[in-house]
């Protein structure tokens, strides 16, 4: 993809609408992303909950840079080859953390199928590193697959965060189409994994391309039946224009339909709303 993309623009129902990200507490964490060089999915993701949720002092960062191996079809992160790994950037962002004061984080990640271990070993140093300075913290992962291989996912297990998410991003129909080398079964296999090692497991889906509601209903049941707590679900978005295109905008009444039912099945908390992203409220969900 180059790195000359083009945003899509395109007119948003009524409840789409975001303001624009300022503000002070927005300029210093986004001039503390910029000082200590660090990603965050905020920005890499076109997120459009960015300034909510950096004015509020939190943010989702990504380690492992900015490139990623895999090129799916409803992301706007860049898909290239990654540079070599920073293994200062554990250090600088558990400091960054310790001066924003936060609570809780969100740490994800580019995927590296690039890597032997996918990057599992750099995942383990870095949640170490934050806890090391920062012993209060509670922490969500958001990781890759790793190819649902039992022994880079455990090492993650191991470091000891208090959530690990993996998202299935949509239905199983749909998988194939928008996203790229993941299998549906796999991500699956992923929060078995999770949930088996005693960790919460937590996992997010898009609406709006082109999935039915009994198909949304089976994916929570395949999520329930493999351990997930903790469900996320958002509106898809088109961020770049070379990428798929929105089939529709899901009303809010909807969501609210999807939230009871997610609750109804067992999960621990649903949040489900057109503007959900998978780090959305996520300290609340270190109690799932």
Same mark, same amino acid.
């Given at each position: ?182 299998? %549906? ?72 339909? %999807? ?20 780090? %959305? ?8």
């Amino acid at each position: 993809m180059s790195e000359n993309r083009t945003i899509a623009r395109e007119r948003l129902p009524a409840w789409m609408k975001s303001p624009l990200p300022k503000g002070e507490n927005f300029s210093k964490v986004n001039n503390l992303i910029a000082e200590n060089k660090l990603n965050t999915i905020c920005s890499s993701g076109n997120c459009p909950n960015r300034g909510e949720c950096w004015n509020a002092g939190t943010a989702s960062f990504m380690i492992l840079g900015d490139k990623c191996t895999r090129n799916c079809r409803f992301c706007f992160v860049q898909n290239d080859i990654p540079e070599p790994i920073d293994w200062m950037e554990p250090l600088r962002l558990a400091k960054t953390i310790e001066k924003l004061k936060l609570k809780h984080c969100v740490i994800t990640s580019v995927t590296r199928d690039d890597l032997k271990d996918g990057g599992a070993g750099f995942w383990a140093t870095t949640i170490r590193k934050i806890r090391e300075l920062n012993p209060h913290i509670t922490i969500e992962t958001l990781i890759p697959d790793f190819n649902a291989d039992l022994d880079l996912i455990q090492k993650i297990v191991d470091a000891g965060p208090d959530v690990i998410s993996h998202n299935m991003e949509t239905v199983r129909r749909l998988t194939p189409k928008i996203r790229s080398t993941a299998r %549906y079964d796999r991500s699956l296999k992923v929060i078995s994994i999770i949930s088996e090692s005693g960790i919460i497991a937590k996992s997010g889906i898009m609406v709006g391309l082109g999935e039915t509601e009994e198909e949304i209903f089976q994916t929570m049941d395949d999520l329930r039946a493999d351990g997930c707590k903790v469900l996320t679900i958002g509106q898809y978005l088109q961020p770049d224009a070379n990428l798929l295109p929105v089939k529709e905008y899901i009303k809010p009444e909807i969501f609210e339909k %999807y939230r009871t039912e997610g609750l109804k099945k067992g999960f621990s908390f649903v949040e489900s709303s057109p503007m959900v992203r998978s780090s %959305y409220h996520a300290e609340k969900h270190v109690n799932g």
